[in-house]
């Protein structure tokens, strides 16, 4: 095992105390988010690589929200525009930073964490197209971060301690990502998701 692959762990759990320490719900959040996106590639019998980059992009695809100022992240009424510009940075800033572990001092990039890093770019892109940062569709959008974009909106819809938002049932918030399905979510990673959650 290389020095990379010994830190790998450990830079994913300092940067997901990063992230609970700023936020505690999104670091409790993103720790199920985590867990979930594995036990869904699991179930889609995927390799070690992309339970691997699941777990770790799952744990930390809102990372980026450290560079979200507190006042935005915690606003309790609608946001404007420039709040949500700030908002919608979080995706490309969050890779940025898991990338920026792979940069040797001579502007090498190692690519170490490629895997994860797209994930997180992704997680708020849209089968449609109409997710942001890239607007990307389809299978434009990598795999781990279709399977995030799922758990992602599942978690945050059932999410007990969420005081800002209605609370969903398990059914009702599956019932949401079924009636997406093709649009919203890629419809062949929702079954997987339905019998994932319906365990848990
Ligand atoms: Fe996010």
Redesign the pocket.
Known sequence: MGPIEEMRPRLALAFSEAVAAYDLATGEHSRRVGALARAVGVTLTLGEADLEALTYAGML??LG?LGVPERTLGWPGSLDAAQWREIRR??TVGAGMVRSCCMQPEGYYCGEFELVATGIEA??ERFDGSGYPAGYAGEEISLIGRILALV?VYDSMTEERNYRRHVFSSNEALDYLAENSGTLFDPGLVPAVVEVARRT
């Open positions: 695809h809102d929200k979080h995706p997680h708020h992602d």
